[in-house]
């Protein structure tokens, strides 16, 4: 069975800082790979995506991702943190780009030190 | 462009009584899908609608059912609600079939089971 991992439950890093959030999946063939962000009380939205190509994937708010099929990774990294990124971060895995079914890690808390 | 709409946003049930939860996709989009979040389970998928037809099911009971309208319009019902249904409950909507155009979430429906 599809299943993602998220192994840091909870991050802290100082603002200005780099961070790097862990992703791995666990699936047989290449799947469609997504990050999303939740703040407190609101949705999920959209960072970034992969489906093919190119491994190094840029998204929104200066964050990007790098996909590893060898290690059967997608970490999501940004080079500079603001106080405003503090939230609650979801890789996802989906098997194919035409089902609807997203399959969510656990999440990974960041929380910003000023 | 207005977002994806969420009806109720709070909501606080009986144990024993039913509910129904509203979505109203972006204009346009025909495809919803609808997502539990619990601290402990974290997301799970509930159901897939295109064209008020549900192409996808996760694994929840028989308590759980919903459907889409002619002007893709959601809803989805709990009936013989327990304690373990208190949850956010999240829509998404996209413009195609699937994953592949990108989810946009709503912020939710916060169920309470007293």
């Given at each position: 069975?599809?299943?993602?991992?998220?192994?840091?439950?909870?991050?802290?890093?100082?603002?200005?800082?780099?961070l790097e959030l862990r992703c791995n999946y666990s699936y047989g063939a290449t799947p469609y790979l997504f990050w999303y962000v939740q703040s407190p009380g609101q949705g999920l939205q959209l960072?970034?995506?992969?489906?093919?190509?190119?491994?190094?994937?840029?998204?929104?708010?200066?964050?990007?991702?790098?996909?590893?099929?060898?290690?059967s990774s997608f970490?999501?990294?940004?080079?500079?943190?603001?106080?405003?990124?503090?939230?609650?971060?979801?890789?996802?895995?989906?098997?194919s780009g035409n089902t609807?079914?997203?399959?969510?890690?656990q999440g990974t808390t960041l929380q910003v030190k000023p | 462009?207005?977002?994806?709409?969420?009806?109720?946003?709070?909501?606080?049930?009986?144990?024993?009584?039913?509910?129904?939860?509203?979505?109203?996709?972006?204009s346009g989009h025909r495809?919803?899908?609808?997502?539990?979040?619990?601290?402990?389970?974290?997301?799970?998928?509930?159901?897939?609608?295109f064209s008020e037809t549900q192409?996808?099911?996760?694994?929840f009971p028989g308590r759980f059912s919903g459907r889409q309208f002619s002007n893709s319009r959601s809803e989805m019902n709990v009936s013989t609600l327990e304690l373990g249904d208190s949850a956010l409950y999240l829509c998404a909507s996209s413009s195609g079939q699937g994953v592949a155009r990108g989810y946009t979430f709503g912020s939710g429906t916060r169920l309470t089971v007293v």
């Open positions: 069975a599809q299943s993602v991992t998220q192994p840091d439950i909870h991050i802290t890093v100082s603002e200005g800082a780099s960072l970034l995506k992969y489906f093919s190509g190119d491994t190094l994937v840029q998204g929104i708010k200066g964050f990007e991702a790098e996909f590893k099929r060898s290690q970490n999501l990294r940004k080079p500079s943190v603001h106080w405003s990124d503090a939230a609650e971060y979801f890789c996802a895995v989906a098997p609807g079914k997203l399959i969510f890690g | 462009k207005a977002g994806v709409t969420q009806t109720p946003r709070y909501l606080i049930k009986t144990r024993g009584q039913q509910v129904t939860l509203s979505c109203s996709p972006i495809s919803v899908s609808w997502y539990q979040q619990t601290p402990g389970q974290g997301l799970q998928f509930l159901f897939e609608y192409r996808n099911k996760g694994n």
